[in-house]
């Protein structure tokens, strides 16, 4: 053997035994998916185009103790990723194992991999283990638990798979928002950068909605609360199995907006014009959530009834983006709920790693369901088996006393790492190991809290921004005031951080306080987040404030005569310069600078916008309440 041969054999093997080390001395479960061993993608930088929050990549790892926090952890050195598209890992084979085509000795494979071309190790997620402090304790406000299983009460329950969720960013590598306010952080509605140079509103297109009359009268017209729209850039194999127009299937880079609406119909229309890119879908019930899409790319629609409709009790729904065609329905006439109201205006989630559906209910429970997912773009199938619903309730000791308080969730559901984040209309606050469906801790939110809890990782650290209502009757009276508290959160613990008030009204039917959802300023807004707070200072009039995220303290406040029930979204130009859109009962959107508060511009729409916009780029998306769905544009 010469001596060039026998030097690359002691190299090779040299390189095998160092592989060796580095595989037995990591954590392979960070490293190798559990369906095969498929390189992750998991990674806590944005791909390219997104409009993410800085605030989600890891800064400080953190434990229990005693206020949770240990040491910083690696800083700048946990952002993984290649030097191609950022947070995006080199796909398989990517890493050159031949030889050097420019070294005329080089004899190719026999070299292996160098050390130099090694795939980068990806960082493990921040740990999260949270726990309940003297006034979190679970038992301080709840009263009982149950679980049912395989259609039977069990006492305990442990998911066969791990259910993990990771950071906001990583939810989805769909472009556009599909479900409420964006992923399972539920901090941004808004995707891509807008190219905003004069800061205002610009051409604008519509189409009209219609409205819908139940049996015992209740009246529903166009888009409500929370009402946000889908937007979704389907990849183009999964574009020609759906029954869109001819037109929009040939259009490249066409962007869809999806949206539920409370005549019973789903639409469906082009982001840049509003025209139909398909017959608009009849479901037969008012829809006042957002509902969601499916992360990975399936062609599926999750959505919630508001309310009793032409086909009957409220439920929620599957439904295939093929065809239209409802593929599996739960949720109606559920004897195992406490609580006989089956709407769900809440945004589901979906765990791609397990194939699991996580969607709380008005009724009070909260269903996991395994779907059994089959999903063929090449052959146009598109397939569920959904398992039996594995299903967790509770009961607050204050739940339904003299009719207040009462259960069920309206807001949407967060998750970080394997664990839940709720608020119900009973004022409870509740962090669920989703693992094992054991409470960790609950927190008193006094009232009936309907806004979705925003999660941010300050430092590595985990924190929630929420506020609640002020539903009459409940803590003072349908004619008078009271305190509405904005506030942040620890989520490891559950404790207050800060607490600030205003005094809001409220009307009979019409709550006051802080309906919308939060809005987490990023970029240059970094230091700030927005709430809307409604019927505020007056009965009939509405501040969005701007807190100081350390603090508390108000930064601004910019006043309406007319209040907001819809969320605030923040927007960004490429250069990171923060704009904050904000929508109206009485019709208006406004346009303002997100570092001072300043109006930049206006435009009147029409009726009472209750929903939430969506925004993809440019292009701002909301409906109203008086039958039109209104595309701006920014400039």
Known sequence: MNKRVLSKAIAVLALMLVVIVLLTSVDIRHILKENGGEASTE???????????????????????SNGVSGPGSGTDDVPGSAGVPGQAPESGAWDQGGDPGDPDDEGDDDGIGMDELPPEEPALPSFEPFAVEETQPDRMIASTGIMADGAIVSEYIFPEIIDFGYGVDYTELEGVITFRGNNFRDTAAYGFADIKDAKFGDKWSYRTGSYTAPDGAHWSGNGWTGQPL?????????QMMNMHDWAKEQDG????????????????????????RDKLYLGYPFKGSGALDPRGYPLLYVGAGYQGANGNMRILIVSLVDGSVLYSFGNGDAFAHRAWDAADGSPLVDAATDNLIYPSENGVVYIIKLNSEFDPENGIMAITPSAPVKWRFRGKRSHVDGKYWLGVESSPVLWRGHLFICDNGGHLICLNINDLEVVWAQDVLDDTNCTPVLELEDGHPYIYISTSFHGGWRAPAGGKTAVP???????????????????YTKSGVSGGVQGTAAIGAFELSGLVYFPVAMAPSRDAGVL???????????????TRDYAWSSPVCVYDENGKGYVI????????????????????SVLLGGNIEASPAVYESTVVVGSRDLKTWGVKLT
């Open 43 to 65: 990674s806590d930088v944005p791909s390219a185009g997104f409009a993410a929050q800085p605030s989600d990549m890891p800064g400080e790892s953190f434990s229990p103790g």
């Open 231 to 239: 937007i979704v850039k389907w990849p183009e194999k999964t574009r």
């Open 254 to 277: 066409l962007v869809e907006v999806i949206y539920a609406t409370m005549d019973g119909y789903v639409y469906f229309t082009e982001l840049d014009t509003g025209k139909a890119t």
């Open 486 to 504: 904005l506030w942040k959160i620890d989520a490891v613990t559950g404790e207050f951080v800060w607490r600030t008030d205003y005094e809001c």
């Open 545 to 559: 404030a701007a807190l100081d995220k350390q603090t508390g303290e108000v930064v601004w406040e910019f006043q």
């Open 582 to 601: 904000y929508c109206t009962s009485g019709g208006n959107m406004h346009l303002l600078d997100g570092l001072t508060g300043e109006k930049l511009d």
